[in-house]
C-alpha cells in the first residue's frame, strides 16, 4: 500500500513507524509517500522498517519544478524486486552493451536512462545549503512557525468563515497548515498577488506550507497582515481573482 506521510490537502503527519508495523502484520508492504515530509522533518525509513519510499525534491528540498524524484527500497528487498522499467542504466552491466537486460542486484535497478545532469546539477547546488542543518533543529523551527500561524490567523481573521483543516496538536502536523473558506481559491489568488504563495485545492482548501530552512517569523506576521487586509477589505471579491487558470 502507498500512504502519504503528510496529507497534502490537511497537512496531517502519519505514524510512519505505527502505521508499517500495522501493514506488515497484516502481511502488507508499505510505500511511503514523502513528497511533503522531506525536507521538513525529520525521517528515519529504515529505524520504521519502511519497504520503500519515493518523494520529490522540488518541495521542501528547493529544488525547483522539474527537479529529479528519488526512490528508496529497504536492503532486504533489493535482490527480490523488480523494476518494471527497464532501462540501460538499471543494468547489471550497462556498458558491456549486451543484447538481453539484467537487472543490477541493487538499488541501482531503479536507474533507467541517463540521468538527467543538468536537472542534478541544479539539485546538487539546492542541497548544498542542507550540510550541517540540524533536522531536529529544523522540526522545532518549522512547528513554531505553523503554530505562529495558527494563532495569528484564529486571532486576526475570527468571524470570517475560516476553519482550521490541519491537526492543532503538532505532533500530528507536517509543514503546512491549510484552511477551508467557502471562497478559498479568491482569497488566494488574492494573496498570491501580495506576495503571499499559497495553495488552493477543491473544493475549499487554502494551504500554506513553510518552509523552516529561510521562512521567518516576521513573514508570518506580514502573511498574516495580508490574509487580515483581504478579508476585512473584500478585496478577494474582485472578479479577476475568480478567473481559473491551468495551475490554480
Ligand atoms: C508533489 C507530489 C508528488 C510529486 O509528483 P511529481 O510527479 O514528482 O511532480 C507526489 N505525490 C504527492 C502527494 C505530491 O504532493
Excluded at 531536529?136 to 476553519?163: H, M, N, P, W
Excluded at 498577488?193 to 473544493?203: L, M, N, S, W
Aim: proline share 4%; hydrophobic share 45%.
Amino acid at each position: 500500500m502507498l500512504v502519504n506521510h503528510v496529507d497534502y490537502k490537511t497537512g496531517a503527519l502519519r505514524d510512519m513507524a505505527a502505521l508499517t508495523q500495522k501493514a506488515h502484520a497484516a502481511g502488507a508492504l508499505i510505500a511511503w509517500d514523502l513528497c511533503h515530509s522531506a525536507g521538513a522533518l525529520p525521517i528515519d525509513l529504515d529505524g520504521c522498517h519502511a519497504d520503500f519510499a519515493v518523494g520529490c525534491t522540488y518541495k521542501y528540498l528547493n529544488g525547483g519544478p522539474g527537479s529529479p524524484a528519488f526512490v528508496y527500497a529497504a536492503r532486504r528487498h533489493h535482490g527480490h524486486i523488480e523494476q518494471p522499467l527497464s532501462g540501460w542504466w538499471g543494468h547489471a552491466r550497462p556498458f558491456a552493451f549486451d543484447t538481453g537486460f539484467a537487472a543490477d542486484a541493487g538499488i541501482r535497478k531503479f536507474l533507467t536512462g541517463t540521468q538527467p545532469i543538468l536537472a542534478l546539477r541544479s539539485l546538487a547546488g539546492a542541497l548544498e545549503v542542507w550540510e550541517g542543518v540540524d533536522m531536529t533543529a529544523l522540526r522545532s523551527k518549522s512547528l513554531a512557525l505553523t503554530d505562529l500561524f495558527i494563532q495569528l490567523v484564529e486571532a486576526r481573521c475570527g468571524g470570517y468563515g475560516l476553519t482550521l483543516e490541519t491537526p492543532r496538536n503538532g505532533a500530528c502536523r507536517g509543514s503546512q497548515v491549510s484552511f477551508r473558506h467557502e471562497n478559498a481559491f479568491e482569497i488566494i489568488r488574492a494573496l498570491i498577488e501580495r506576495g503571499v504563495i499559497g495553495d488552493f485545492r477543491a473544493p475549499g482548501t487554502m494551504r500554506f506550507g513553510f518552509t523552516p530552512l529561510y521562512l521567518r517569523y516576521r513573514d508570518i506576521w506580514s502573511a498574516v497582515d495580508a490574509l487580515v487586509d483581504i478579508l476585512r477589505g473584500g478585496a478577494w471579491r474582485e472578479r479577476r481573482f475568480a478567473l481559473r487558470s491551468a495551475v490554480p
